[in-house]
């Protein structure tokens, strides 16, 4: 069983317990539990929020509401539906799409994106983190490109489905199976065991 | 994999990754979700799926934010806890609110076996699936169910193995003043610590072993649960998020245990 298996799995179950403590003391108010949480988590919200939404200084915007809202609500957080780390970056993506649904919003981030390439994740802010990204992007590769390309777009790209249908000029009911069919493969191949 | 039974189940992932269209849409799809154990499961592993993602485009965050995010802080009003939740999550780490409903290791591994036996039959029940279609849904249920509980226990498990075998993991072993010992693992790195106590003295009735983090000055103390012994013998409690400073101690409190100690603690010790 998992228990028994090497390194990697008991590290990462090392790593969630000790976010959902810390989250529990956010939500009893300590500030220090609330800073040791920003170490962990801020770069990975900042980074996701960036890919989003690719505008620099409104990305450091939605990372601010973010990890206040955070701080805010901590007490909502309950560890037997998901871990810390996924407690946060949903929020994170949430913001993250809701500011870049907006009409003009998007208008404008088409424009930007006819003129600038998607930045690339290559400048991983910490070894592990850059261990992750290679993980990560092994596991990507072995999706087919069309699963690989609709759960880039509707994830890192902020793209609601149908947006994502109109991009690829593909049929919804082919974008809903894709995604899930890309994500139950992605979930297998990192190992995800919730 | 469960095989999607309408066309609202195929929508867990793009639910999952927000990108519903519509608030609507949302709210539909929750709706379905309360009523379908297998998409709420499948929904929380795309989300954990979804976290790697973030966690793989880790950006160094603009130097002004953390002095930003931590000034506003102070003013902002934090909402209170949700009582169920705070029930749910004692039971994963045991804390004072739960009075003596410390997760031992013994329960843990038995939950953990009866959970494998539950498994072995679900893995059999599956096989005579194919005929008796309306079951499948109710064994999915006990196996999502089965599953979580499962993970639960393992990773607590895991947890306190990894403290026992952080690289770091220092071990210290001190009498208490009313007798017997208390053994301590800590590892910095992890900031956690695993408490296992014999040859406490047996309890008069009406009291309880209780745990505390004593803070640094300016930190607080905080009760960490009631420790659940046998025979004057505990098994292995977690504490995590210990901070810097932290001391660990026992109290002999009154039954449920008290807010803050009210007595002077049998033992403490360094817990970072």
Known sequence: MRASEPELPRQQGGEDQYLDGLLSRVARGEKAAFEAVYDSLAGPVYGLILRVVRDPAQSEEVSQEVLLEVWRTAARFDPARGTAATWVLTIAHRRAVDRVRSAAAAAAREQRNAEIPVPHDDVAATVEASLDAERVRQCLESLTEAQRESITLAYYGGYSYRQVGERLGTALSTIKTRIRDGLIRMRDCLGVSW | MARPRNDLHILTGVYALDALDTAAEVRRFERHMNRCEGCT???????????????????????????????????????????????????????????????????????????????????????????????????????????????????????????????????????????????????????????????????????????????????????????????????????SGVLRGDTFGITLEPRGGTVQPTVTPIVGIPAS
Request: proline share 5%.
């Open chain 2, 41 to 239: 499961s499948e929904v929380r592993g795309f989300r954990e799926t979804a976290t790697r993602l973030a966690i793989a485009v880790t950006r160094q965050p603009p130097p002004g934010l953390r002095a930003a995010v931590m000034a506003e802080v102070a003013g902002i009003r934090q909402v209170p806890g949700d009582r169920a939740r705070r029930a749910r999550r004692a039971a994963l780490l045991p804390r004072l609110a739960t009075a003596g409903a410390a997760l031992g290791l013994a329960a843990a591994v038995s939950l953990a076996v009866v959970l494998v036996n539950t498994q072995n039959q679900l893995g059999q029940t599956q096989q005579q699936l194919g005929q008796a279609q309306h079951q499948l849904g109710q064994t999915q249920q006990q196996l999502s169910q089965a599953k979580r509980h499962l993970i639960a226990a393992q990773t607590q498990l895991a947890a306190i193995n990894s403290v026992r075998t952080a690289a770091d993991a220092t071990l210290v072993t001190r009498a208490t003043s009313i007798g017997g010992r208390v053994t301590v693992v800590k590892s910095a790195a992890k900031h956690q610590i695993v408490v296992t106590a014999s040859g406490l003295p047996p309890l008069r009735a009406g009291k309880v072993y209780q745990l505390w983090l004593i803070g640094a000055p300016g930190n607080r103390i905080r009760s960490e649960g009631l420790l659940a012994t046998h025979h004057g013998s505990s098994g292995p409690v977690l504490i």
